[in-house]
């Protein structure tokens, strides 16, 4: 089986351009991220969960324990996450739970009747 072929700079900053272009930028970049700098495969990165990544304080974890049903091989393995990574999941998580944080209070304003 051949190697999988390694992305050049430029055509990470390519993908990069296009993915912010397009719907869940913020999303689908970390998503990309994810895989280009923890070398996790696509099927590893879609069954994590919130608390996959993040420590009780909500904090980003400095590794990921993938249980066997999680990898391809069927194999337990733990995947180190670079600072940058971790710095990237962090800005996602905080605008993420922004989001929710705001979507709540939008439902609650919407509940009591009261004008946003």
């Known amino acids: 089986m051949s190697q999988a072929?390694?992305?050049?700079?430029?055509?990470?900053?390519?993908?990069?351009?296009?993915?912010?272009?397009?719907?869940?930028?913020?999303?689908?970049?970390?998503?990309?991220?994810?895989?280009?700098?923890?070398?996790?495969?696509?099927?590893?990165?879609?069954?994590?969960?919130?608390?996959?990544v993040t420590n009780a304080d909500g904090s980003i974890r400095a590794e990921v324990r993938l249980t066997a049903e999680q990898t391809k091989g069927r194999q337990p393995r733990t995947v180190?996450?670079?600072?940058?990574?971790?710095?990237e999941l962090a800005t996602y998580m905080a605008l993420r739970n922004g989001a929710r944080r705001w979507k709540h209070w939008q439902s609650c304003c919407a509940y009591w009747d009261l004008a946003i």
């Open 5 to 52: 072929k390694t992305l050049t700079p430029a055509e990470i900053d390519h993908m990069l351009a296009f993915v912010a272009q397009r719907s869940f930028a913020i999303r689908n970049r970390v998503m990309l991220l994810t895989g280009l700098w923890s070398g996790m495969r696509v099927g590893e990165i879609a069954s994590l969960s919130v608390g996959d």
């Open 80 to 87: 180190f996450l670079p600072q940058k990574l971790r710095d």
